[in-house]
Nanobody, 121 residues
Framework: QVQLVESGGGLVQAGGSLRLSCAAS????????MDWYRQAPGKQRELVAT???????NYADFVKGRFTVSRDNAKKTVYLQMNSLKPEDTAVYYC???????????????WGQGTQVTVSS
């Protein structure tokens, strides 16, 4: 069974920075895309950033220029560097990984448990 564990959330003032990490563990052959999502109270979960296995990235417009996604394939870990944080970035942040557990089998999506990010004004 694959598990994703996030860390790095917390409370920060507006304009500050945080770095989130998400480490995958368990038996797996490879990890395709790794994504960061967020969900604010009363709102739907939304995609923040995506990074492919080879490192291609894509960002939601509301974080472009402020957030940077990266990954270390050897460590099976994805990161989200968040700079110039705003109160509207307050949310629970989740990582998702598209995992090939057994070679030639279809990949499956796994989610982390989420980490709270709170930005005070």
């Amino acid at each position: 069974q694959v598990q994703l564990v996030e860390s790095g959330g917390g409370l920060v003032q507006a304009g500050g920075s945080l770095r989130l990490s998400c480490a995958a563990s368990g038996n797996m052959f490879s990890i395709n895309d790794m994504d960061w999502y967020r969900q604010a109270p009363g709102k739907q979960r939304e995609l923040v950033a995506t990074i492919t296995m080879r490192g291609d990235t894509n960002y939601a417009d509301f974080v472009k220029g402020r957030f940077t996604v990266s990954r270390d394939n050897a460590k099976k870990t994805v990161y989200l560097q968040m700079n110039s944080l705003k109160p509207e970035d307050t949310a629970v942040y989740y990582c998702k990984a598209n995992v090939v557990e057994i070679y030639f089998y279809p990949p499956r999506d796994y989610w982390g448990q989420g980490t709270q990010v709170t930005v005070s004004s």
